[in-house]
């Protein structure tokens, strides 16, 4: 196993938190919580895991994240943002007229974003038929997929990961969201899925949960995904809504949010403690 230096990977989530919140800080609402509960695993995915160029954005062997939950856009922009894909000012473009930076993610708009996402449930098929298309050009690639607890009411999602475990895509590595909330309340209020364990093993899937907060947890999770075989992997991701910023992960309604001045001022300097803790 590499090793993993878990300060490193720690304080990168912590920039993309702060990245995301100066985008939505600068649009004045956003979608928050979802971005701040993926933070961490795109810390993992950009931070150790995935082989990337941000000088070579579109470089065919690369391997790709597809956001299904596409109104993350703000988490994925930070992350692209802090590796230099994109210029880290340009955050403060989100959604404004001509930016490359739309609400949701846009594979035409900005460079590093794998596809277009933000019509819930799509994301899935997509990053089977990529996951697929690799394998058959003989490329070496993985396509990684974050999908949202939410999203996993549609029916869509089910019938792509059956398809995923039928073609053996042990290139796909599925990383659900497993945050307990959607847009207008908890998803097991809405429509409850029950075991994501279970369910992924009887569709075909190699799966495993983790805390999907904790980056070592993450990361030794992630690398057991590179031993190949003949199945897809799920990796469940129990998250929180709103991580890294106490008073937006109590806020139950945390989905779309607003960060004027004064949120900006109090979160932003949270985030920063955190980050002088990690690296003095
Ligand atoms: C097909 C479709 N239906 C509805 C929406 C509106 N919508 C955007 S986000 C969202 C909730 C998603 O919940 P979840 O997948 O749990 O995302 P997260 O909690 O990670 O933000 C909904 C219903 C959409 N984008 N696409
Ligand atoms: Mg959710």
Redesign the pocket.
Known sequence: MDEINVKKLKAFAVRIRMGTLEAIHSLGSG?L??SL?IADVLAVLYGREMKVDPKNPAWPERDKLVCS?G??GPAVYSTLANLGFIPYEELKTLNRPGTRLPSHCDRNKTPGVDMTT????QGTSLAAGMALGDRLRGYSSRTFLIV????SN?GQVWEAFSFAAAKKLSNLVVLL?W?K???DGY?DDVLPMGDYVAKFNAFGFDTVKVDGNNVEELAKALERTRQGGDKPYAIILDTV?GAGIPEVAETVMN?SYTVDDDRFRRYMAGLEAQLQELEG
Do not use: P, Y
């Open positions: 979608h919580g979802g509960s939950k109104h993350a933000g019509s819930l449930g949202g607890d939410g999203e549609e969201d945050n909330r959607q847009l998803t809504k989905h």
